[in-house]
């Protein structure tokens, strides 16, 4: 059985995630813009709670030799009375996306009735999830429960000349990632919000590829006070902490935690969510350490598996800065990256993988500035790593009205 993941407004980072983990082997994109792929890895080590990237997890149904949407709607009132006797007995729903085919909503509408026909022909009551857009999003299949038994959401993607037909397994858990983002008792704006989901994509691109056994003992992410926790060992390092939401979501991924920053009071805000997250998911005290230290300068207790920090991003901007202020704050964040690179080089083992998240300044509509530590990672001790799917596309992830974006560097130590 072949599985989709269909990714979030920025497809270069869960496809990036994907490879990162799995391999670019077992991956191939599909979709306008490589909006998803097809992931050959077994689903039930496909552990879709703890990619950040990805917004859908669907198997593949069957995959036509058309794109033509009457041929599709002729296959689907074909097949979709029988498939309906084969579920669960109650009110069945019934959604529709629809990702690069020529089709408007109004006939994609039209379809559904005529599918919603044939089914109820069966004896069967069925109800149609009406479209707002050409694809339902997380919020609608989760709230109208097209991935619970009675549940079907079909999902079209064109791939060539053909149309990959797939059924929705699992969306984004929108809630939990609200719950562990805005119910920590120590949140501080000025220091800027990173997004559980992008954290989780940050430890993903650390750790890199997955072994076989590893992938049989990851399990998803519980919802609160579940257990048991997922065990994997290894020490995520964020130098940058924060408020620890790093730290959070390695601890939730099975991941031991080691946090550092600069002010105390960070250090602190880090100490209460994580008592905040060992009482709500049971985590272990014991599998993590905080530290007030300068990242520029400090020694880190070993061992140190991995590096996944969001680093120093500089002045908040709302409006574009001139060009002499985003030429100073370019480069005070260079300084400090590079000076951390520095420092941490001769505490880890050639190899270790490490993913940062630091600043590119959106200038003009879709127009970004790098910081020049971008282009001298090799002068530094390092190389780059790679994503062959990404075709060399910086990652980054940011609003479209958003100066100051989150561009992911992953590298390693040579």
């Known amino acids: 059985m072949q599985s989709l993941l269909i990714f979030g407004r920025q497809p270069e980072l869960g496809l990036a995630e994907i490879q990162s983990l799995y391999g670019s082997t077992a991956v191939r994109p599909v979709g306008d813009n490589n909006l998803g792929a097809i992931v ?26 058309t794109t033509n949407w009457k041929q599709i709607e002729k296959f689907l009132l074909q097949v979709a009375p029988s498939h309906s006797e084969s579920m669960p007995e109650g009110k069945m ?46 919020a609608q299949v989760r709230h109208n429960g097209l991935t619970k038994p ?107 935690a080691y946090g550092t920053d600069l002010e105390q009071r960070m250090v602190d805000y880090s100490a209460a969510n994580l008592d905040w997250l060992a009482d709500k998911y049971r985590t272990n005290v014991e599998d993590y350490r905080l530290e007030k230290a300068d990242a520029t300068s400090f020694t880190w207790t070993a061992p140190i ?35 951390f690179l520095r420092t941490i080089y001769g505490q880890i083992p050639s190899g270790t993988r490490l993913c940062l998240a630091v600043p590119a300044w959106q200038v003009k509509a879709g127009q970004f500035r790098h910081l020049p530590l971008v282009d001298q990672i090799s002068e530094m001790g390092y190389n780059q790593v790679s994503f062959e799917h990404t075709e060399g596309n910086p990652l980054l992830y940011y609003r479209a009205d958003q100066i100051v974006a989150r561009e992911l560097i992953v590298i390693t130590k040579r």
């Open 40 to 65: 050959d890895v077994d689903p039930c080590l496909l552990t879709f709670d703890r990619l950040g990237g990805a917004m859908k997890f669907c198997k593949v149904l069957t995959v036509l030799d």
């Open 93 to 138: 729903k019934l959604g529709l996306s629809v990702h690069g085919i020529d089709v408007n909503i109004r006939v994609m509408e039209a379809t559904g009735l005529n599918i919603k026909k044939a089914i109820r022909k069966t004896g069967r009551s069925v109800r149609l999830v009406p479209n707002k857009e050409l694809q339902l999003n997380t």
């Open 150 to 256: 009675t549940g079907w959401e079909l999902v079209f993607i064109k791939d060539g000349n053909q149309t990959i037909v797939a059924q929705t397994v699992k969306v984004q858990d929108i809630d939990s990632y609200s719950y562990r983002d805005r119910d920590r008792p120590k949140r501080d704006a000025r220091v800027g919000m990173l997004p559980p989901k992008l954290a989780q994509i940050i430890i993903n691109l650390a750790v890199g590829k997955l072994t076989e056994s590893t992938m049989q003992n990851i399990c998803d992410i519980p919802a609160d006070n579940e257990v048991p926790r997922p065990i994997l060992g290894g020490t995520v390092l964020d130098p940058f902490c924060g408020t620890g939401v790093l730290l959070q979501e390695s601890l939730l991924m099975g991941y031991k």
């Open 305 to 339: 598996n991995w590096v996944a920090c969001e680093t120093y991003l500089g002045r908040p901007f709302t409006t574009t800065p001139t060009g002499e202020i985003l030429a100073q704050t370019m480069g005070d964040c260079n300084l400090i990256i590079s000076k």
